[in-house]
């Protein structure tokens, strides 16, 4: 599966190339808020009064993806909580208002498949179009349903991307469950922070896929694997399969991109995978910036791109450096909380 084309909202200026210029946003505290653009010449003043904010992101990304490559044979999403905020305002109204008169725009954008579906309106795609609501796998589960579409030869070009929004109820449960950091920190101390505790992000990541390579193409996703409620031994064992599977060893793998979030409960898993299977490839990191979120592999997929067209990214994003600099085989492991692990290969 070869990407030829993508786009990034998130809590840094990854929308335009500031990112890639060293301006690198500090967040202070722990929600860290997406960057958006200016939607005004995408979308309608009519439309965009009227989305949430999961869909006015996911529509801002997808949408000129859509309108550069327009033979598109479907869209296919990752996403655990997109539309949440609109869903609980709706069933927040149907209290208040004794379920009598209420508002449709909450309940139109209240479901995870909001983001898909506007993006087929809006576009007119009639293609396949479906959206995995799988948790901290979604889009590992976006990727592997694309991958699938594409070799059975199903399609020839997709959208494929992930969209998550903090909500302030889901927000306000995960903070009262102890996922987030309850000092006060920023995104340039949390992976030295030693606590318990993450801390919140969001953002929206699409790319347009084809099964066939071609000049337009910028890197190749090889394969996505997953596993969940495993310890270290399984996990080994799911990646050497993995690599196995993929006719590579584990010194072929050069760069990895890990999910350091800053949480002493759970980046052991980041530091045993690179301590011991992989001891001289180039690390980096991606949450000190955009904090943590289910479907973050799709920025670190994005980010993967990044290095496999040899753009130089940031130097916040640099965890561990070897001698070799160039990215030409990638792999990114990411957990959730440590149940459900994902992992993704790409190449150039």
Known sequence: MFIKDLSCISPQQTYDEAFFGNEVKVHVGNRYAALEPGYGVLIPAGLLRRMGKAVRMGVGTGLPLIQKNPALDGIILG??????????????????????????????????????????????????????????????????????????????????GSIEEISDYNYNIDMLAGSFKKEESSSETLLTSHTPGTVCGEGAVMFVVEAERSVASLAEIIDVEQISFADEKRVGEKLSNFLERNHLKHSDIDTLILGFSGDNRNDHWYSWLHQELFPVSNVFSYKNLTGDYPTASAFATWMAVQLLIGKTLPSQTRYFQNNNTNADKVLIYNHYKGVQHGFILLSK
């Open 79 to 160: 996403t655990a909580n997109g539309g949440l905020e609109d869903c609980l305002k709706f069933l927040n109204q149907i209290v208040d208002y004794k379920e009598g008169t209420l508002t449709p725009t909450n309940f139109v954008q209240s479901t995870p498949n909001a983001v898909a579906g506007n993006l087929a309106l809006m576009s007119k795609n009639t293609g396949y179009n479906t959206t995995h609501v799988n948790k901290g796998l979604a889009f590992e589960g976006a990727l592997l349903d694309a991958l699938l579409l594409l070799e059975e030869r199903n399609a020839q070009a997709l959208l494929l």
